[in-house]
Every structure is written in C-alpha cells, then in structure tokens.
C-alpha cells in the first residue's frame, strides 16, 4: 500500500497536464463572457508587487530580445512577451498548487478525496480572486460573479485531481508486479496528456475564434481605409514645407495604429464612459465631477500636435510617436475648480492603479498643458487612456497618466508609480536626435555628382530643435537640413545629401535644442532619467563611377 502514494514528482507532472485545460477554460469564459482571466491578473499583480529594479530588468529583457531577432515594433513584442510570461508564471504556479493538493490527496482515502478536492480546489484559488479583484480591470462582469466563477472552476479542477488520484492509485491494483504498475501509470499519463492536449487546444481555439474582440467593448470602430492617411495626416499644419524627408525616414505623423503603447497592465481598463466619472478633489473650493460629455460640451477644444516619448525608450528606438492631441486646457479646471493656497502638488490616479504626482507650479507653467480626450481626430483609443488623459509637455510619458479618473489636490508633492520604483522624479525629456535612414536606393545625381539622401528625426520635447548635425567617418560636424516641424512639440525631420565616396561609412548625428544648448553626448542607458549620446549608422555606398545614369 506504501507504494501506491505518489511522490512529488509525479504528483506534479499529473498537476501539469491539468493546468494548462484549466486556463483554456479561463480563457474561454473571459472570451465568451468577459470573465477575467487570471494569468494576466496575476502578472499584472507580480508586476505591481516586485520590486522597481526587477521589473526594470525583466522589461529591458525582454526590449533586448525583440531588438536582438528584430521581432517588430517594440512596444506591442513587450506586450506580447509580458502576456506569454503571465501565461508561462500562472501555469508554473498553477502545477505547484496541483502538485501538492494530489500529493495530499494521494495520502487521503479513497472515499474522501472528490469532497477533499473540491474544498482545496475552491481555497486554494481565493488568493488568486483576491489579487484578480485588486488588479483586474478589463473584466465586464460583475466582481461577485467573477469569484464565482472562480471558485466554481477550481472545485471542479480540484474533484479532477482527485479523479486523477483515484485513476492512478487504482489501476496498479490489478497489476500484478511492480514493472506492470509502472507501465499502467505511463500510459494512464500520456493518456491525461493527450486528453489534456485536446481539451486546451479546442478550448484556446474556440476562444479566439469565436470570442475574438469581445473584450473590446469601447473600442470605436472607424472605418478609416488602412493603405491611406487619415485626413488629418494629410492636411498637416506644415503640408506646404519644402524639405521632403530622405526615403526610409520614419513617418513624422504616426499613424495612430503604430503609436507606442506602454503601461502596467497586460490589458488595458475598460471604462464605460456613462458612468464614468473625472473627480477633482482635495485642497480645491469646488469639489468636481465632471462626465466625458460635460468634459467635451462645456469647455472649447483645443489641439496640439504632441510627440511623445517613454523614458525607457533607447538611443534611436521605436517608443516615441506623434499624433493630434485634443481636449480642454487645464487652466481651465484650475478656473472651476479654484485650488485652495495650501495646494502644492497634483495626484493623479489612473484605473489601472497607477498614480503620479505633478507640482502645481508645472501644471500651471505651460498653457499647452491639457486634458486630452481624443486623438488623431477620434476618441482616444482603449489602449491609450480612454476616456482622459494628460498631456504635460516636456516630461517623459511616464509622468502623463491615461485612464484618468481623479485629480487630488494635495500640499505636497510625493512619488508616483515609476518614481517609486526607481525612475526620475522630474523625468524631464532629454534632447535627442537619430538617424532613420541612409537611403542607398535613393541616390541621385545633382550638379554632376552623386548625392546619397540621410535622415531621420531629432526631438527635445517643446523646447525645440535648432540645428542637427552629420559626421561621416569621424569628419567634420556638418549642418543637415530641417523640415519645418508639425508643430513647436513635434520631433522636428532633418535630412543631409551627400555627396558620398564608395565604400563603407560610420554616420553620427546630434542636435542642439532651440534655446542653443547641444545634446548631450554621453552614451546612457534608458535607467533612470532616460537615454542620451550619438545615433550612429553604417552603411555600404557603390563607387560612384560604377552607377549609370
Ligand atoms: N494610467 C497609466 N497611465 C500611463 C501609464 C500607465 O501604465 N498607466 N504609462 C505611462 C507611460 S510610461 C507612458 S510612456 C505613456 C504611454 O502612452 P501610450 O501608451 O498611449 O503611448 O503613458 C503613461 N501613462
Ligand atoms: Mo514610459
């Protein structure tokens, strides 16, 4: 009888070809239904709980893996790579929590375990209806009935624990020796393993094809024909520059499906916009709260073209974007909502938790400053803060919370979300310039010489771009062209024909800001105050005497 308890390990690898129908049928619900799904909950708890320099790291991990095999734009592959380590981190611990309920089980008699089971199963995941109340967002349903759920799904994952228990223990029975048991218990778990297979497969797949969308509730559908621009990129304020970008240069108006997107959560909130509510409260004379159609009805709209940058985006990365920002000025909160003298600081709460504090001196030192509720002409997107967010120019995205739902006025100012976990308190934008393209399929014969085009975009927030510079080889710093910028918070396209010489060459770049003030040149990583130093590029050009004309 002593032989028939299951060790550990076999306890486990019995857990582990159930945990993975378990979150297919997790998956399922939240598709069908809009039930949370637990493995992002729990990586978006992890990722709140552990501390600043860890997720730093796991973050920059995985931007160095989509950079190194060029797995695309980088802020969607961290989404994805955030999504996949929630789904890898639930299965693990989902296998050790199983692991030890058949483990107990096991040591159980036979008649016991289905009860026994199903009672463990139903504790063992109220930590986990815990952390997805705290942290969970997205879900359009009911907290109470997703703890039901919950609680129902894991009884009945733990009554198939003991199912599996009572399967495995019995069979050996009528085994005759110890090699037969052996054998009987293999084939009982590739038989589990194949059931297990079938059961996620069908239930992953019947998820994404018929629930597809489903959790997208406010996502405005405009049908906007994706080969061409919207009309607002196509009548921007500087249509009629002159200077025409290099070929290959990044688009200087970002189409709003290529906007970055960075943020805590592996889904973003969903908020109902009737119900919703900004609340504006703490040390002001008026307390407010004002809906989304009061917000756009009795305030004048304004605009602002705006390139945004993350702090954690790299020496020439992908994590910056501009579009057309509209909503109200925020002098005109101030107005109504009058902050008393003792008032210091903002604290803004976004619905995903996240929480960043502004002085009042900087809120009230720019009147480009502004609480934006649409973007490139439409309703700001799900992922991009529906329905509020805030735009302070000269700061990095990290202190421009989206999902806005209330602004305390407070005495003092204290540390917001990704201050607290080590990033810069003031995270003032840094001057920076990169170069896009050096346009080889470009080249082009001008005054009896071949001109290679060389491009890209140079950007320090609203203070402006005066100049960029180009050096080939080391060589002199040579002045690039600029085209007239979308606007004074726009990055701002430079480009530089030259007249090249075969063979390989080392491109470098920099920029000096508007009031004369030259980049930095220091080689540093994004942690903790952002990027800075030289874009480089290095590219092969043909002898010029070889090209025909
Ligand atoms: N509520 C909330 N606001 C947020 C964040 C967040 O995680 N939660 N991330 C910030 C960061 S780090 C950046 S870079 C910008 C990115 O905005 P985007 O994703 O719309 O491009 O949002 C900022 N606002
Ligand atoms: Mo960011």
Partial sequence: MKKNKLSLFYALLLSAATAAPLMAMLYLADRFFGLAFLPFDFFDWLARMLPGSLLTFGIDSMVDTIIAFNLGETSSAAKTAEQLLGLVSFFIVITLIGGIVIYILSRLEEKQRIVAGMVMGAIAVIPLVLISHEVNQSSTVDPLLNSIWFMALFAVWGWVLAWVVNATLIAPETAQTEAEMGLDRRQFIIRLGSASAVLTIAGAGLGALLGSGSNDPVEIVVDTTTDTMSDTAQNLPNKSAILKPAAGTRPEYTPLDQHYRIDISA???????????????GLVENLTELSLAELQSDFESVDQF???SCISNRLGGDLISTTKWTGIPFSKIMTLVKPEAEAGAVLIRGADGFDEFVRLETLTSDDRIMLVYAWDDQPLKQKHGFPLRIYIPNLYGMKQPKWIESMEFVSEWGEGFWVRRGWDKDATINATSVI???AVDSIYKQDD????PIGGIAYAGPRGIKSVELRVDQ???????????????????WRFDWPFTGGNHNFEVRCTEGDGTLQSEVARGTRPSGATGIDSMESRLPDPDSIKA
Avoid: M
């Fill in 267 to 281: 889904r973003p909130p969903v908020i109902e916009p009737e119900t919703w509510r900004l609340k504006i409260n």
């Fill in 306 to 308: 705006v390139t945004l």
């Fill in 475 to 493: 060589g002199e710093w040579q002045t690039a062209a600029l085209r007239q910028p979308i606007s004074d918070t726009t990055w701002v396209i």
């Fill in 436 to 438: 896009d393209t050096v």
């Fill in 449 to 452: 010489q071949y001109v290679v």
